[in-house]
Structure formats: C-alpha cells, structure tokens
C-alpha cells in the first residue's frame, strides 16, 4: 500500500522484520515503530518513520533489533532512507516510488496506480482538502482507496 513520502523517511521492509526481529512484527510495533512521531506511517508491508532530518535515525539499534546494515559501504537491504530533496541513500529492490508516495513493490497495482495519480494532482488543489478538514497524506490503503480525501480531486478530473 503507498505510503506518502515525507521530507525524511525511514523506509523498513516488514519482510525484514518478520524474518530477523527477535519477536513478531507487533512486538517491533511496540519496542520502535511506536515510539516515533505521528507522521510515521505503516501499512502491510512496510513500516515509514518520519523524523525531521535524516540524519536523527538510530541505525545502531535497528542493528541491535537484528537488522542487517553494512557500515562500510552504507548499505541494508532490511531498510532504507530517503530524502526529498535527494532520494534515496542507496537502492533496494524492494521499493518503488513516484516522489510523492512510496510502496513495496507487491503492492496491489491498483494502489501503485492510484498513487501515480495522486502523485500529479498540483499541491495548490491539495488545499480544497485542507479546507475541508482532511488530511491528503495518508496511506492509500485497500480499505480506503475509494474513500481517501484525494479520491475526490481525482474524481472532480473526471466530471
């Protein structure tokens, strides 16, 4: 499901979790990914922690937690960081994006569609949603691709 990409993200494949957390995946919810702000997102697949700079990730205990990260070369394949204005900081597999909305590439290709499209809608329509007490930033999730408050300029592109 696609999450949206905000300045700083810690993008953490929940693959990487389930086979190498010592726990469960709620177990990490609970010990990490709970702990950080409300711009975190989560979905089925991934996990994204949104600090206010890239730089403010605690790498030493996501190795702690079991994941792996080469400090030599700079590199994980369990996780990866992203930044606006530069990208990403290495390259995994795993992850596809369109610089506004990131997702795990078995994401249902309806979603991955869907959030090409939000990726085009100008930020000055984003305001309409602003306006009306709704937050365009959420995940585009299965439940919610019908609903989701950016649905509603997309269908206002089609009248």
């Not at 993008?11 to 990487?16: G, L, Q, S």
């Not at 389930?18 to 409300?38: I, M, P």
């Not at 030599?72 to 530069?86: A, K, L, M, P, W």
């Not at 408050?149 to 997309?154: E, I, N, T, W, Y």
Request: hydrophobic share 35%; proline share 4%.
């Amino acid at each position: 499901m696609p999450i949206y990409l905000s300045p700083a993200c810690l993008i953490i494949d929940k693959k990487a979790i389930a086979q190498k957390y010592v726990g469960v995946v709620s177990k990490f919810c609970s010990d990490y990914f709970s702990k950080e702000n409300e711009f975190s997102q989560e979905n089925d697949e991934i996990f994204m922690i949104a600090p206010m700079n890239s730089d403010e990730y605690d790498i030493d205990e996501l190795i702690q937690l079991g994941l792996d990260y080469d400090k030599e070369i700079g590199f994980s394949n369990d996780f990866v960081i992203y930044q606006r204005y530069y990208g990403y900081l290495w390259q995994v597999d795993w992850m596809e994006d369109n610089k506004f909305y990131a997702w795990h590439i078995d994401t249902n290709p309806k979603l991955k569609s869907k959030a090409g499209k939000f990726g085009e809608i100008k930020m000055n329509r984003l305001e309409k949603i602003y306006n009306a007490g709704l937050e365009p930033f959420l995940p585009l999730t299965n439940e919610n691709h019908n609903t989701h408050p950016m649905s509603s300029l997309l269908d206002e592109d089609e009248n």
